[in-house]
């Protein structure tokens, strides 16, 4: 994936090059630089440093990485954070920017970057990943580069109200709830049970043979199928408290061995099937692969358009493009649903066609529903809120 965000100490991380927080003069600051030094080789790194000679914020060069996993550091000078009345937020950016130009010249695949100037200079957390996400995101949909940015621990990585309004206003506590509980959803089985039951003459008619089988009233208190239950309002504690798990596993046994007694009678019993299959297979649908490009060709987009958005690999979407029954994970799949902006309905057509669905339980699955509602569709910030609720991010 060309951006990933991931928690390390940079040091350790591998790639082509490596960004530094530098100090301006030839000299070790503390932080990312200090580390960064220690990891590399202090006199080795400090001599090809000297070489450069001092640097004015926002400015940037390069060096050998000598001891590090890289080839390259990239040692660029964040300014000192000032309450922003400094050109400070235009002095990070030109170090993202001026940092991205070497390693493009230096043929890098890959570079890793801190978040620069939130270390002992003071600049906001929130609004330095504001502008490291915009100038990594613009850089890449022009060039093709791995790019990692590298954070410690959590608590270096918040986003706050005031640099992601657009997706803080979208994810509340109604928009993501916690999945029902085992015992809620045998209380919700039962339920559906009662309405099971009173629908046995429409069951008698078209499952003869699952309609026979009795419900046991020692585990299934007739006073509950007295009426059809609203499914909506609040569950009947005093009748739930009647039943044992166990009892409640049976009414789930129970439920799932009528409906497959009744499915094997009716389609045994269902005369000209072979034919029926026939018809319905020569109907078939677009397979995912040609839905894809389908949408691709509708949206007017180019393929490098498509996989720079979606912040998908050339390569992957190479094999995709190749082979019409190549499926993707369901992250990528999300991935170009958000890229070519299609809406809930389209893009679980296009989860369905690849043979996923949208997991009413899962926070993920919640995150990317909310924000496509919602026509939210910068995946590198969608991935950003992922990452802060810890969990993995789109393609």
């Given amino acids: 994936m060309p951006f990933n965000i991931i928690r390390n100490d940079i040091s350790k991380v591998k790639a082509d090059a490596i960004v530094n927080t530098a100090n301006a003069?030839?000299?070790v600051g503390a932080g990312v630089d200090q580390a960064i030094y220690e990891a590399a080789?202090?006199?080795d790194l400090l001599a090809e440093r000297a070489k450069i000679g001092p640097m004015k914020p926002g400015q940037a060069a390069a060096t050998p990485a000598f001891a590090l996993d890289a080839k390259y550091i990239i040692h660029t000078i964040g300014p000192a954070w000032q309450g922003g009345n400094y050109h400070e937020r235009e002095t990070v950016a030109s170090c993202y920017r001026e940092s991205l130009k070497i390693a493009?010249?230096?043929?890098?695949e890959s570079v890793a970057f801190p978040l620069i100037s939130t270390g002992t200079f003071g600049f906001p957390k929130d609004e330095a990943l504001r502008i490291a996400v915009s100038e990594i995101s613009s850089f890449l949909f022009t060039h093709d580069m791995t790019v990692y940015m590298v954070v410690y621990d959590k608590e270096a990585f918040v986003i706050s109200g005031k640099a992601f309004p657009d997706i803080k206003e979208f994810i509340?506590?109604?928009d993501i709830k916690p999945p029902e509980s085992s015992y809620v959803r045998r209380r919700r089985r039962m339920q559906q049970m009662a309405s099971f039951q009173e629908d046995s003459s429409i069951l008698k008619e078209a499952y003869p043979i699952a309609a026979s089988v009795a419900i046991d009233e020692d585990f299934y208190p007739a006073a509950a199928v007295e009426e059809k239950p609203d499914l909506d309002a609040p569950f009947d504690d005093e009748l739930a408290e009647e039943l044992s798990v166990e009892q409640l596993d049976?009414?789930?046994?129970?439920?799932?061995?009528s409906y497959s007694l009744g499915k094997e009678y009716f389609?045994?019993?269902?005369e000209g099937l072979d034919k029926k299959l026939d018809e319905i297979l020569k109907r078939r649908a677009q397979t995912f692969q040609q839905m894809l490009f389908q949408w691709i060709d509708r949206k007017g987009m180019t393929d490098p358009e498509v996989y720079?958005?979606?912040?998908?690999?050339?390569k992957l979407f190479s094999k995709i493009r190749s082979n019409e029954n190549y499926l993707p994970s369901k992250k990528t799949v999300l991935a170009f649903a958000i890229a070519l902006e299609l809406n809930l309905d389209q893009t679980k057509d296009l989860l369905r066609r690849a043979g996923y669905a949208l997991n009413p339980s899962s926070t993920f699955d919640l995150i990317v529903e909310c924000c496509i509602e919602h026509k939210y569709y910068n995946i590198h910030k969608?991935?950003?809120l992922l990452f802060d609720r810890t969990e993995q991010y789109l393609s």
């Fill in 104 to 108: 493009d010249e230096l043929h890098c």
């Fill in 267 to 270: 389609t045994e019993s269902y």
């Fill in 250 to 257: 049976d009414a789930d046994l129970l439920f799932n061995a």
């Fill in 41 to 43: 080789g202090f006199d």
């Fill in 172 to 174: 509340d506590e109604e």
């Fill in 308 to 314: 720079k958005k979606a912040n998908v690999d050339r």
């Fill in 25 to 27: 003069n030839v000299a």
């Fill in 382 to 384: 969608i991935n950003i």
